[in-house]
């Protein structure tokens, strides 16, 4: 898996938008998905926005990895396994 770059946005005093995805969950596979993870301070207001790619679906939750290298994140890295809601879920390509 190549790095999609440091494209992260990170967004002060803003709530991510979020646009819940209403297709069928199992079509993400393969897929990236954006999401906004919260920065360091764990603040609402400080969101990185990263690509996830979609490896499975368990009915519940999305699980993948992370497809950026983030900024402001020390807890997660370029290619670690996350799992995000389906909810969270900002864009898809």
Not at 66 to 77: A, C, E, K, T, V
């Amino acid at each position: 898996m190549e790095s999609l770059g440091n494209i992260a946005i990170v967004c002060k005093e803003c709530s991510p938008k979020k646009r819940a995805y209403d297709g069928d969950p199992s079509q993400l596979v393969g897929k990236y998905v954006k999401v906004g993870f919260r920065t360091d301070d764990d603040s609402m207001a400080n969101i990185e926005h990263m690509w996830v790619e979609v490896m499975s679906w368990d009915g519940e939750l999305l699980h993948g990895r992370l497809g950026n290298s983030p900024l402001f994140l020390s807890r997660i890295q370029f290619g670690d396994d996350v799992s995000v809601q389906i909810s969270d879920i900002e864009d898809v390509c």
